[in-house]
């Protein structure tokens, strides 16, 4: 653990140190006034994330059974709590997820209901991301973009397909007897805790499966909702004086988050989503200065969110820690689990 933990926090300075270069190689003078002239994009961008985070959450809403279905605002607040930890804590992409996970146990919900919640919701919303990125690769071939962006964009999307399938296939019977297996080797004269753990969790996956207009529901939902980031696109570099369509905006934003999402194991994707987007905006004739500045304005959001989410996260945290104080004092003994 303590590890993994190093080697996260080496690739998040590693990324700081290429968001600087970057920064620095395209001239911190004239990135800062690109932002500058952004304007009150700024403000808009904030208020436009943070209605994207919270329809991200009425998404992962929408994947529950009716009858284990916790309380929408629940469930946004959560989601909040999600984007914030994988936004500004030096943790890879999906860290923030298992923190949701167990915001929702402290929240009542059964621990193994809100693993699985967050397993098929991370997948839902890893598939809906390759399908926009192929709408904004398909946009680009249609109009004559440049071939080398469309050959790397096909290639990370051909890559990501069979990664979801493995993934998928990871949460089904498959998944489950291979686990299984390999925890007959390693878990000892434990397996009976373990193997109830494991059951309980591939039978909450399973029934979120077997839910499938949730799932249906979810998935356009959550495809509706990464058209978000190109209004944020579209706004701020009009700000910034370059009169680009939302097609063009829808391209820059799909294939972003495609890089975004190749580079999951880099805390806030630093560095990477900068490099994506230099790259993306020179086909429009945007230079490196406003493309790094579109980055940085599109960060503050984190910020802004995140700050507040991740106090939110560990006041729940406090909160439970003081109850299990309380309930060990009362029993004078320790807290059965």
Same mark, same amino acid.
């Given at each position: @653990?303590? *590890? /993994?933990?190093l080697? !996260?926090?080496?690739?998040?300075?590693?990324?700081?140190a290429?968001?600087?270069?970057?920064?620095?190689?395209?001239?911190?003078?004239? #990135?800062?006034?690109?932002?500058?002239?952004?304007?009150?994009?700024?403000a808009?961008v904030?208020?436009?994330?943070?209605?994207?985070v919270?329809?991200?959450?009425?998404?992962?809403w929408l994947l529950f059974?009716?009858d284990i279905?916790?309380?929408?605002p629940?469930? +946004?607040?959560?989601r %909040?709590?999600?984007?914030? !930890?994988? /936004?500004?804590l030096?943790?890879?992409?999906?860290?923030?997820?298992?923190?949701?996970a167990?915001?929702l146990?402290?929240?009542? *919900?059964?621990?193994?209901?809100?693993?699985?919640?967050? @397993?098929v919701?991370?997948?839902?919303? /890893?598939? !809906? +991301?390759?399908?926009?990125a192929?709408?904004?690769?398909?946009?680009?071939?249609?109009n004559?973009g440049? &071939?080398?962006?469309?050959w790397s964009?096909?290639i990370g999307?051909?890559?990501a397909i069979?990664?979801l399938?493995?993934? $998928?296939?990871?949460?089904?019977e498959?998944?489950?007897?291979?686990?299984?297996?390999?925890l *007959?080797a390693?878990?000892g004269g434990?397996e009976?805790?373990v193997f109830?753990?494991?059951?309980?969790?591939?039978?909450q996956?399973?029934?979120?499966?077997?839910?499938?207009?949730?799932l #249906?529901?979810?998935?356009?939902?959550?495809?509706?909702?990464? %058209?978000?980031g190109?209004?944020e696109?579209w706004i701020?570099?009009n700000?910034m004086? =370059?009169?680009?369509?939302i097609?063009?905006?829808?391209?820059i &934003?799909?294939l +972003?988050?495609?890089?975004?999402?190749?580079?999951?194991?880099i805390p806030?994707?630093?560095?990477?989503?900068?490099?994506?987007?230099i790259?993306?905006?020179? @086909? =429009?004739?945007i230079p490196?200065?406003a493309?790094?500045a579109l980055?940085?304005?599109?960060?503050?959001?984190? %910020?802004?969110?995140?700050i507040?989410? #991740?106090?939110a996260?560990?006041a @729940? &945290?406090?909160?439970? %820690? $003081?109850?299990?104080?309380?309930?060990?004092?009362? *029993?004078?003994?320790?807290?059965?689990?």
């Amino acid at each position: @653990m303590a *590890t /993994a933990r190093l080697a !996260t926090l080496i690739v998040w300075s590693l990324g700081v140190a290429v968001l600087i270069g970057l920064t620095l190689w395209s001239g911190a003078g004239l #990135v800062g006034q690109a932002i500058l002239d952004s304007g009150w994009a700024v403000a808009a961008v904030v208020l436009i994330r943070i209605s994207g985070v919270a329809g991200a959450g009425a998404g992962w809403w929408l994947l529950f059974p009716a009858d284990i279905r916790p309380r929408l605002p629940a469930l +946004m607040g959560i989601r %909040f709590i999600r984007e914030a !930890t994988n /936004a500004i804590l030096p943790l890879a992409q999906i860290g923030g997820d298992f923190i949701g996970a167990r915001c929702l146990a402290l929240r009542g *919900t059964r621990g193994s209901v809100a693993a699985a919640s967050v @397993m098929v919701d991370v997948l839902v919303q /890893a598939a !809906t +991301m390759v399908a926009f990125a192929l709408i904004g690769l398909t946009l680009l071939l249609v109009n004559g973009g440049s &071939e080398i962006v469309a050959w790397s964009a096909g290639i990370g999307i051909g890559i990501a397909i069979p990664a979801l399938a493995a993934f $998928f296939v990871a949460q089904s019977e498959h998944g489950h007897r291979l686990i299984t297996k390999a925890l *007959t080797a390693l878990a000892g004269g434990r397996e009976w805790r373990v193997f109830g753990a494991v059951d309980e969790l591939f039978a909450q996956l399973q029934r979120f499966y077997a839910n499938r207009i949730g799932l #249906v529901r979810s998935f356009f939902w959550h495809l509706a909702d990464w %058209f978000v980031g190109v209004v944020e696109v579209w706004i701020v570099l009009n700000f910034m004086g =370059y009169a680009i369509s939302i097609e063009q905006a829808l391209i820059i &934003e799909s294939l +972003m988050q495609a890089v975004r999402g190749a580079a999951f194991a880099i805390p806030g994707a630093l560095g990477a989503q900068e490099g994506g987007l230099i790259v993306l905006c020179a @086909m =429009y004739g945007i230079p490196p200065d406003a493309a790094v500045a579109l980055s940085l304005v599109k960060r503050i959001p984190d %910020f802004v969110i995140g700050i507040p989410g #991740v106090l939110a996260w560990q006041a @729940m &945290e406090g909160r439970n %820690f $003081f109850r299990r104080s309380a309930a060990r004092s009362q *029993t004078g003994g320790p807290e059965r689990p």
